[in-house]
């Protein structure tokens, strides 16, 4: 990594600033990483107990509290570009120091909102860069070109897993708001049907370099899981290229309602407004006719270049479509790494994967499109991965 950009970086021009890199190939390259600038502050968020929630078939409500924080940074922000991962059950965003303030208010009432609308726990820590160095740690990020349109960051250096840690055990918590206090979710939907398995099953797979272990330790194992991973066909993408399927009303249609209504609007309301807004677009894409400048063809085409499904957060998050000959491989790989004391690692099978949307405006094609296995997903690897074993083979393909 470079030297650390300097504490006076006004707002989110070091983020835009980065150079973007367009291989995910080159993902685990030091090169592309640049530490944040030291008045810099990092969330952390993850619902708790989302295996069990996830296995009660709440996986759609888990991922909407996963992608809301995001959703409720963005808007408290007006839109100004920084940092985010999604992690299915949680996300990772860092903020400059001047927006600390209407960050943290935003993840309280998330917090807030996802206790009262989806009856779930979201737990959330905002973690200053500085205690994260005193640690030992650092926060490198990068930004990875997924499409013309959409770039995401990547975040390496240890410090994410360390503020993730610091969270869990309740340090530098970011408290529920007040009853009753939403935050603007403006923008954030999951309107598409699951997407199911074509190569086989729907793997979300996540690779750590165990603690102490230096990222340029593990780049060859990781070079090789996604050199493997590249010969899929389509490279593993789960998002067919003409986009997700829509089908109505869409399964989301509850907690989109939940998210958009505004405050002391009757939910009934904004539902039916819903139905009536999501039978216009099954309108449109059964017809293919187009709402003035609007085509949602085009728009289900963008949203599959647009989507998120491979990452790096402080280790390697993959949601592919993989075939049965390409996960034994992948397995051996992995093992052996975890033997040889370089990784951990988790991955959960399933039959088809999910999209959850944040678009600020249907006139751009900027919207993001975050990826995520539809039964447990990145949420049932992570306790793999705690559990030092992948899945057994009895729950591939469910």
């Not at 809301?68 to 999604?86: E, K």
């Not at 860069?129 to 930004?143: D, F, M, N």
């Not at 728009?299 to 479509?321: P, Q």
Request: aromatic residues 8%; proline residues 5%; glycine residues 10%.
């Amino acid at each position: 990594m470079s030297a650390p950009a300097s504490a006076a970086t006004d707002g989110s021009a070091f983020y835009t600033g980065l150079p973007s890199f367009a291989s995910f190939g080159e993902v685990v390259q030091g090169g592309h990483y640049r530490p944040l600038p030291a008045d810099w502050w990092v969330g952390v968020t993850d619902v708790v107990a989302s295996t069990a929630a996830i296995g009660a078939g709440r996986y759609k409500a888990v991922n909407m509290a996963g992608a809301a924080a995001v959703s409720a940074a963005m808007n408290a922000l007006d839109g100004a570009a920084f940092p985010f991962v999604f992690g299915g059950d949680g996300a990772t965003l860092a903020v400059w120091s001047d927006a600390r303030a209407a960050v943290a208010g935003a993840l309280a009432r998330t917090v807030r909102w996802v206790a009262d609308e989806l009856d779930l726990e979201l737990r959330a820590a905002l973690v200053p860069l500085a205690a994260i160095r005193a640690a030992g740690h650092e926060v490198g990020v990068a930004r990875f070109q997924a499409s013309p349109d959409a770039c995401y960051a990547m975040f390496a250096g240890g410090g994410v897993a360390w503020a993730t840690a610091q969270m869990k055990a309740g340090q530098f918590a970011i408290a529920p708001a007040d009853a009753g206090a939403r935050p603007d979710l403006t923008g954030l939907s999951c309107r598409w049907t699951p997407m199911p398995a074509v190569n086989g099953a729907i793997v979300s797979l996540l690779v750590q370099p165990r603690a102490g272990v230096d990222l340029a330790a593990v780049e060859p194992l990781i070079a090789r899981v996604l050199q493997r991973v590249a010969g899929l066909a389509r490279e593993g993408d789960p998002v067919p290229g003409d986009g997700p399927v829509f089908a109505w009303p869409p399964q989301g249609l509850d907690l989109e309602a939940r998210a958009s209504r505004r405050e002391g609007e009757a939910l009934w309301r904004q539902r039916v407004r819903l139905w009536f807004l999501t039978l216009v677009e099954l309108y449109l894409d059964r017809t293919g006719a187009k709402l003035g400048s609007f085509d949602l063809a085009t728009y289900r085409r963008v949203s599959a270049r647009n989507a998120d499904w491979r990452k790096f957060d402080d280790g390697l998050r993959l949601t592919i479509d993989c075939d049965a000959t390409t996960l034994a491989a992948l397995e051996a790989d992995l093992r052996a790494g975890a033997a040889a004391g370089l990784i951990d690692y988790g991955l959960h099978a399933q039959a088809s994967a999910l999209m959850t949307c944040i678009v600020p405006s249907l006139a751009r094609n900027d919207h993001i499109h975050f990826i995520d296995g539809a039964d447990g997903g990145y949420a049932r690897a992570a306790e793999r991965l705690k559990a030092g074993s992948a899945a057994p083979p009895a729950q591939r393909g469910r």
